[in-house]
Structure formats: C-alpha cells, structure tokens
C-alpha cells in the first residue's frame, strides 16, 4: 500500500514536471529557437573530488547529465547539438585516466545505441567529429557502428567531438584542400595520356613516334605548372610553345638555337611566376568544405561549464560570430535553469546578430 | 590665488592618484604579469547615443580611453597590447561613416606619432595587423610612415587590427604557404635550367644538342610532379626513369610502337605510384600556417578584453585565443578604466598556474 502510494506520487511529481517543463518550452518557443547549441563540458573531474568519488565515476555522473541536457535540447526544438568529448590534448593525460576514458566512451556508445528511448525517440543521427585514427580500435569499431546505425535518422543530428582541436582540423582541412586540387591535375594529366596513347598507336607506322612522344612530354610538363600556377590559357604561351618546337626540328645540331629556347623557358618560367598571385589557388570556401564540422551549421550558442570564459581549441573557426555563456556551474550539475538562461540571452541578442549577418 | 591654489590642488591630487596607480601596478607585479593583452574595442556608438553625442565623438572618446589603457598596460608591464580597431566586415557599413572612420583614423595615427609621450616615452612600436591594401590611399601611407618611424622601438609593442578578420588571415597565411612551397620549387628548378643551359652549349658542337634538351624537358617535369607529391627521392624511382631514358635513346630511330606502349605503361605506373605515396607525407604542416600569419610577430595573448559585455570574438585572433581567457565587462569602451583592467589582471593570475601547467603538460 506505501510502495503503490509512492510510486503513484513520484509519478503524478514527474508528470507535473514533465508538464511544467513542457509549458516552459511552449512559451520559449514563441521567440526564436536556436538550431545549434555547442557544449564544452568541462568539471567532471573536479565535480568527482567536490563529492569525493572516484574519477571515473565523475565522467558517468557527466554522462548522465549529457542525456538530460540532450532531452530538454530535442524537446525544445534543437536541431544540431555538439559535445567536446576528448581533445587530441587530453591523450597526454595520464596514461591509465585515457586507457579508463576510451574504455568509458565504448561503453557508453554502446549504452547510447541500446537506450533506444532517446535516440530513436528523436530520430538522432550521430556523427563522431575529429581525427578518428588516433582512437584505439574498439572505440574506432564502436563509433563507426554507431555512425552506421544511426544513419537514416534526419530528424535531430548529435555532434561528438573526440580526438578534435579546432587547429588540428583547419590544418587537415588545408591538407585535403590541397590534395584534392592536385587530384584535378592528374585527373586532366590521364585523360590526355590516355588519348595520346591512342593517337600514337595510330601514327607509328608513319615514323613520327619520336616527335609525338617529345611534344606530349612538352604538354604534360607545361599542363602540369600551368595547374599549378593557375594560369589562364592564353594564345601568347602556345605560339610560344610552337616557335620552340620548330626552333628545335629545323636546327637540332645549332647551338645558337638552345640557347634561345633555353631564354624562351627561363622567359615562360619568369611570366608565370609573375602572374602567380594574381589567381589565388584556395579559397575561404574550399577550407570550409573540408572541414570536419561541415556536416553541420555554425553554433549558435556556445555554453562552457564551470564558469571557464575560455574556448581550449574547440570551434576556433566557427564560434566567429557566436555567444559564449560560461555559467559557473560543473558540468555534472547543469541543468534545466542554465539551458533556459542561455536561450534567453540568445534569444535577446539574436534580432541584432541577424541583422549584422544580413548586412556584411 | 584662487587660481594658483586650485592649479596646487589639482596637480597635488593628480600626483596623489598617480602614487596610488604605481602602488597597486607594484602589488600587481608580485604575480605574473600577461605579456600579451588583447581589446576589442566595442560600444563607441552606443557610447554616443547614451550621452547625446555626434557618432564620431563617441570614436574620439574611445581613443581618449584607448590612450589611457594602453598607458596603464605599460605602466603595469604589459608588452604587447593588440586592439581591434577596424574589421573587413566593418567596410560593409555605411559608406559616409566608413568614410569618417577612415580619415579619424588617419588623423588618430597622426595624433598618435605627435603625443611623443606616449610612445616614445614608453619605446612603443607600432605594427599594423591586416590587409593593408583594402585601406585607402591617405590611410595607408599614415599607417606605413608610422610603422617606419617606430621600427627602431623595442621596448613595447602596439598592435592595430585595421582590415582584419581571423578567417580572411587564416586564409591569407594558406595562400602564403602554398606560395613558398611552390617557389622553393621553382628556385631548384631554375637552378638546374641555368646548369643545363651551360652544358649544352659546351657540348653543342658534338651534334647531341636533341637528346640533351629533351633529357633536360623530362627531368623538369618529374622534378615538378615529385615536388609537388611531396614524394622523397628513391632508388625505384630513378631506376624507372633511368630506364625510360634509356628506351628512348636506345630505340628512337627505329619507330618501334611497341616501344612507345611500353614507356606509356611505365608513365601510368609512376603516376600511380606517386599518386599512393601522396598521403603519406603532408606538404603542409602546422608551423607553416602559423609561420605566414600577420600576428606571427606576437605572441599569442594572455588575456582578450571584450567591452559592453558581450562574450563573442567577432572573427577577432580565432586561431590564437585556443587557451585564451575570456573577460567581457558590461561597460562600454569609453567607460573602461583601471578597475577593469586591475580586475582582468586579478583573473589571469588566479588561472595563470593552472594554465601554465597545462600547457607545459602538453
């Protein structure tokens, strides 16, 4: 008869606070609700030593406020919501505490796919941000397991930021932007191989091979700084190129002839380091493709527990027009106040933000 | 009399003021001092609309306020001061204002190298952060005569963002990069040109000019295609290459196509091959991005002041502010004052221990 009674009250307490909080995002609602929220979750070692637990047992309590924090995210109409899990720093920790971490965050994403109340609930799709090789193998097996299962979920995306320094990835970005400018050169350089081939076999017979050969080397090697020099094809560099190739058939054994078309390299060498600069080569919007956080908008609100007003290398590049909220609290105690505290002053600076977006 | 008395009183309290100033700059000192701290000066306009006043008055009293900042930072022992004085984001206002904003600067700088008692006082250096060519013409030639005049100080540094945002210099430092990397390429190749270019004309008179220049034309382009993959030298490959030479010599004057299919063959291969190797040495690392930015001549700052109280960087120093904190007073620019930056100060050093062992941990 008390179990029941009990059990009757803590339901009717947490249906009332189920409902309270449901009128409390209705009327939040009413303003502008914003569509990416970035979480720096910072304090659950020191929360662990304030109520004397073990270290680990720190990082769960922080889990479990993640779920919280996510739940009133989603039901508030968050779309994309990003966690700062483990920084590429934080593997110069203690080698036993990131052994116990990597082992916590298996579980956990195990635990994450398992509690389907949540996940599916809200259709979330995972996407694990950050330099996934450095991760030890059960944990990479685990992420991409997740990645996969959650893959048809487009209702609410979940950002995880592990193995991420917001430097580590502007110079990733760089490296795969310059990598994918040289794959056009090859790409442009093998479909000429491949047509000069064909047109060789088809003119052997006529005793030309040599030239040919000569003349696609001169191409390839001409196409190839052209590409990387970026230079706009023009009339002047391919008569330039003829009256070398001629100078070089008509008077093979004169000397006088290199030495002009060695002037006319140096020449063509000289002109197009002159035009260099004038086509820059990358693009603010080729680094931004690259990005590891491309799959999702720019922040809107930024929230750092532990009332640190720092970043710690997380967002750099897209935090440029984003407010930083750093309550005081630990991360294992952030609740439903902070979350609607930092709504609030979203939602009151937000009409003067867009409207400095629109302007530049 | 009255007017002697009050001139006594005036430079009695002055001087009253500036003793207690040097007391609390020494208690300071006791802890470590920020070497670096950077302002984004914000609130002159709102400034103005609160006291009723032009908008180009509020500007002028954020400079007043600018000076007295940057003269208690000295004092204190700051330096390097870095403030964000003009955005590439802010020539999207208003045309007359950017225009107004233009020649207050210029007359600012001007003012500036006049007010001989504060940086030569202090051997105040000047550099200015950003994409200078966006300036206008009066501005720049302002901006370049100060730069040139301070070059000799070595003691403080002053930092002027003007046509500056943090995306637009990480960008600018990757161009600058790629830049470097191609002409370091292009030096070893005109290098070799120019030893090509004397053996051929001392072996020209043996008749082997065409096998030379076209040996000469295949080494630039491997040498281009390897420095551009970034792949290092091997054995393997100058054996390949080796080989196709001699192929080519060998066989030229028998027009033999299954030789031409042959050297076809091994040139896909090669590409392949350095196509594989590509990934594996990356031609641009961290150093070098950060080597070609424009803050490369600063350190990266203890502290970042934010006025009218508001904690966002407005695409101000992203790449340099990842182990920075963060202090956003509610007061507007002009308000600023000692209390703040004492207050400033207090914060760095109470996470200065943390933070330092953090990144000696690192």
Known sequence: MQKSSGNIIGHFLGGLYCYLRRC??????????????????????????KRNMEE???????????????RYCYELGVKYVTVYAFSIDNFKRKPNEVQSLMELMR????ELLQQESLINEYGVRLHFIGDLQLLTEPVIASVEKAMRVTAH?????LLVCIAYTSRHEMVHAVQECCKE???EVQASKEAKLTNGAFARIDQGLKGNGFDLLFQDLCKDYQNATKACNSVPKRVEPAGEKDGMLEHTVEKGNDSEAEITSCNELVEMTEERKYNQGDVPLIKLVDIEKHMYMAVAPDPDILIRTSGEARLSNFLLWQTSTCPLYAPTALWPEIGLRHLVWAVLNFQRHHFYLEKKRKQF
């Open 56 to 70: 680990g047992d720190g990082h769960k309590a922080g889990f479990t406020a993640l779920m919280s924090i996510l």
């Open 107 to 110: 579980e956990k994403i195990e």
């Open 181 to 183: 400018k040289w794959n």
């Open 153 to 157: 979920n487009n209702q609410r995306v």
């Open 24 to 49: 409390m995002f209705a009327i939040l609602s009413v303003g502008p609700v914003p569509s990416h929220i970035a979480f720096i979750m910072d304090g659950n070692r020191r929360y662990a030593k």
